[in-house]
């Protein structure tokens, strides 16, 4: 309670308690994207030397198919009946530039595959390279097959068509199989008289025993070239003119024929084709046999491989027969199978 008089005391006010603002939060440091590491760049190619080997390579490729595939059989020399032999004398040409080219590019192979298996020696590597080694040699013997296949193919044209002349003009009305027939079996006659006096050593490379052979072969085939009667093959009006014709056409086509035979196969190609060629086509088929089982050996290589190289086996043997019929068509089996195991295989 106051006193009058006193000075009334009022309690000092209280200030009022500022209210303290709330603090903001401060934001977040946005997160710095972590640096992602840069790509490395590719090494640069090498367009040189490696592009260059691998252009080359391939085109050692190519070029081994195609040899082959032109290596048309040696040994027809227009032997068939049905084949011209101007035909048959471009076929073995042709034969002989593949062969050639052949001879080459397989160096280059071998080369190739042994380089590789001395790098990287395996079962692999090691019947590859033996294979493609094998293979030089093969076709060092097919390329002096070709050669002397082309040089009894041009024995046989020039018989033939010496033989075609003469027969002609002693039996002008004769008919065109006759004519074909004729010309055929002298040739062949003619090669064959050839062969055998180069073989044997003999001076004279056709003797009169040759020429009557070839005169006999003649009147056989014009007498089988059709089931006629003589005289309607001959185009004469009797039997016995017909007869008489024959053995004229037949005598002057025999002595044409081995004339241009003996002419031709002089030469020493036709010598060495004489000689060498039974034997050429045995080491072929020998080699072609390795190379089949240096194939197989190679666990590496293709069915169509194997299976190629064996029938390219079996038609070298079979060609080394030298049978006329048999000799050709494996010959024709091993070249085809041979292509195409270069191609496919």
Do not use: C, K, W
């Amino acid at each position: 309670m106051s006193r009058v008089g006193d000075a009334s005391t009022r309690p000092a006010p209280q200030p009022t308690p500022t209210t303290r603002p709330t603090p903001t939060a401060r934001p977040a440091p946005t997160p710095q994207p972590t640096p992602t590491a840069r790509p490395t760049p590719p090494a640069p190619q090498q367009t040189g030397h490696s592009s260059a080997s691998e252009f080359l390579q391939s085109a050692f490729t190519v070029a081994n198919n195609v040899a082959n595939g032109i290596q048309v059989p040696s040994g027809l020399a227009g032997l068939n009946p049905t084949t011209a032999p101007g035909l048959s004398l471009g076929l073995n040409r042709l034969n002989g530039v593949g062969s050639l080219a052949a001879i080459p590019l397989s160096g280059i192979t071998a080369a190739q595959h042994i380089s590789a298996a001395v790098a990287n020696p395996n079962q692999s590597t090691i019947a590859q390279a033996t294979g493609s080694t094998i293979n030089v040699p093969r076709n060092i013997a097919a390329g002096a097959g070709a050669l002397f296949g082309a040089a009894n193919a041009r024995t046989y044209r020039d018989a033939f068509r010496a033989a075609e002349g003469a027969f002609r003009t002693a039996a002008p009305a004769a008919s065109q199989r006759a004519l074909s027939a004729a010309s055929h079996a002298a040739a062949r006659s003619s090669l064959d008289a050839v062969t055998s006096g180069i073989r044997s050593g003999a001076t004279q490379l056709v003797n009169s025993n040759g020429v009557r052979a070839a005169e006999s072969a003649i009147s056989s085939a014009v007498r089988s070239s059709s089931d006629d009667a003589i005289r309607t093959i001959m185009g004469t009006g009797t039997r016995a003119a017909a007869r008489a014709e024959l053995r004229t056409a037949a005598a002057g086509a025999a002595r044409a024929a081995t004339s241009a035979a003996a002419h031709s196969g002089a030469s020493a190609l036709g010598r060495a084709a004489a000689r060498f060629a039974p034997g050429v086509n045995v080491a072929v088929a020998a080699m072609d046999v390795g190379i089949f089982a240096a194939t197989m050996a190679n666990p590496e290589s293709s069915t169509t491989a194997r299976v190629t190289s064996g029938i390219t086996a079996l038609g070298s043997i079979a060609a080394a027969t030298n049978i006329p019929v048999l000799s050709q068509a494996g010959a024709a089996v091993s070249v085809v199978s041979s292509f195409v195991g270069g191609l496919f295989g």
